[in-house]
């Protein structure tokens, strides 16, 4: 079992930064691809970054691209999503994601990502 936890959300000002965090409390967390969504209020979930088990291969979509940087901390078992200008449309509740093993195609809406946490909501003001 992965229990995934995030942090870092809050009310920050357009322009402004952010850093989320996602802890796997697992000791498989090596081994672990590790992806973010997000959820806006009406809105489908969307893609928004994921990393590889190596970290080796990065993956962001369009919107976020040049503003947002995705990192692992394999000792600390945890996954960061550094945002920087941020915009009042990246307001969401901001979910990550695991699968193990990963490492090609993780942007991709066939994979199938099998563990989940209850996300951090994130809101930009404008």
């Known amino acids: 079992q992965v229990l995934l936890t995030e942090s870092g959300g809050r009310l920050v000002q357009s322009g402004g930064s952010l850093r989320l965090s996602c802890l796997a409390s697992?000791?498989?967390?090596?081994?672990?691809?590790v992806a973010w969504f997000r959820q806006a209020p009406g809105k489908e979930r969307e893609f928004v970054s994921a990393?590889?088990?190596?970290?080796?291969?990065?993956f962001y979509s369009d919107s976020v691209k040049g503003r947002f940087t995705i990192s692992r901390d394999n000792a600390k078992e945890t996954v960061y999503l550094q945002m920087n200008r941020l915009e009042p449309e990246d307001t969401a509740n901001y979910l990550c994601?695991?699968?193990?093993?990963?490492?090609?195609?993780?942007?991709?809406?066939?994979?199938?990502?099998?563990?989940w946490g209850q996300g951090t909501q994130v809101i930009v003001s404008s």
């Open positions: 994601a695991a699968v193990l093993g990963g490492s090609l195609n993780l942007d991709k809406p066939f994979i199938k990502y099998d563990y």
């Open positions: 990393i590889s088990w190596s970290g080796r291969e990065l």
């Open positions: 697992t000791p498989t967390f090596s081994s672990l691809a």
